[in-house]
């Protein structure tokens, strides 16, 4: 009976060693993982524990609808447009020992700033010239609302890959 108690416990203080470890982690706006390891000492039981946090959560954000205006503490530049996330897949890369997920979304509007003209996003996102970057620029942003949504996602250890469509 000592043994499940102490076993309770110790489950009971990781847990809320783990909550700190994201309060930190969204209060400071950390994604580096080699920043997060040395400054919690987290080993490979740690990151399989957020991983499988984050993925519980990602589940979640399928299917639902985000604007970047409603996340004015990170930096989009002159983007502002809205997206759906239609579809999640999670595999495990077995050639770096990653967890990937595949993210699909659909940018429904918006508008971006290019060379002092404003532009509808999806136009922009086909121009022959700027089309490319547009879309990475994008892609970027959805990663980065993802990984502010679910803290718990470890770069380095969680890849997130989005396609996206305008």
Known sequence: MKQIIRKILKEDKKEKYYQRVIDYIEKNNIWTPAT??????????????????????????????????????????????EFEIKKMVDFESFYYGVREIEIEVVVTSGIVDI?????????????KFHGWEV??????????????????IVPGKVGLDVSLTA
Do not use: H, W
């Open 36 to 81: 997060i390891f040395e400054i919690f000492g987290l080993g490979e039981e740690d990151v399989e524990y957020f991983q499988g946090k984050a993925l519980d959560r990602l589940n979640d954000l399928e299917g639902m609808s985000f604007d970047s205006n409603d996340y004015k503490s990170l930096s989009f530049g002159s983007y502002e447009f």
């Open 135 to 152: 879309q990475l620029e994008m892609q970027d942003c959805v990663a980065d609302i993802i990984r502010y949504l679910i803290p718990e």
């Open 115 to 127: 060379e002092g003209e404003t532009i509808d996003v999806m136009t922009a996102a086909k121009d």
